[in-house]
């Protein structure tokens, strides 16, 4: 996984520079609730995490060395982790927010259970998480060897699981969920390609 996403993100900043849109939705969430910490599981080369932390003491937990070399290049203010999401938690350290753009769905069932349990055990009491993950409605859903109920594996050893509502809210069973959504995000890459994707939200409180 690691090579992989050292691979991809030696080409530069695959996604482009700015945000995912929904940083200002989560932006506007967690100043209404009194977020001042943010834990960013999965930050890439730190889009994201860079936009955040203008607003909130913001951790990034990252695997790729790769992307943590670009993000620390443009983003001073965020304190970039390089490590795996699975060795959490960061000992000493309660966030009272956490953002995840696009990474639980890269995970079979019991990976992506232990991951959603280490974020709710990182947050501190009344934290609250703000994902997103792809939608079963996506036009990718389907390509590949079905390796798990709707878990496809795409490319060899590479797989993506597309959520429904009912499974997103039954993987957050032990939160509390204070909203899920849909959303069509439009992806502009490095080559001025785009690809519009179909996610889903989910915002919960420990
Ligand atoms: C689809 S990308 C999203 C990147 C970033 N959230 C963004 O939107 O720009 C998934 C990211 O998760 C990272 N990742 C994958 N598995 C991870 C793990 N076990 N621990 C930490 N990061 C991981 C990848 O290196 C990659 O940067």
């Keep these: 996984m690691k090579g992989y996403w050292d691979e991809r993100f030696s080409k530069g900043k695959i996604w482009g520079e700015l945000p995912s849109n929904t940083v200002e939705a989560a932006t506007k969430l967690f100043l209404n609730n009194g977020v001042k ?10 889009r994201n995490s860079k ?4 607003t909130f003491k913001v951790d990034a937990i990252e695997l790729s060395q790769q992307a943590i070399a670009t993000a ?8 970039y982790i390089e490590g795996s999401v699975f060795d959490l938690p960061i000992p000493h350290k309660k ?5 995840c753009y696009n990474l639980l769905h890269l995970f079979l069932l019991s990976e992506r259970v232990t991951f959603i349990q280490k974020c709710i055990d990182q947050l501190a009491e009344d934290g609250m998480i703000f994902l997103t993950c792809f939608s079963n409605k996506d036009t990718s859903y389907g390509q590949g060897v079905e390796v798990e109920k709707d878990t496809f ?4 050893g590479k797989v993506a699981h597309f959520f429904s509502e009912e499974d997103l809210l039954n993987h957050f069973k032990h939160a509390e ?8 995000e439009k992806l502009v890459y490095i ?9 889903r939200y989910i915002i919960a409180k420990k």
Excluded at 191 to 199: A, F, H, I, M, W
């Design 37 to 46: 910490t943010v834990l960013v599981p999965g930050a890439g080369y730190g």
């Design 51 to 54: 936009a955040l932390a203008t």
């Design 72 to 79: 620390k290049e443009q983003d001073k203010q965020t304190t």
């Design 95 to 99: 966030y009272d927010g956490i953002y």
């Design 153 to 156: 594996e795409y490319k060899p």
């Design 177 to 184: 969920v204070i909203q899920t959504g849909s959303i069509d």
């Design 191 to 199: 080559d001025q390609t785009e690809r519009t994707y179909k996610l």
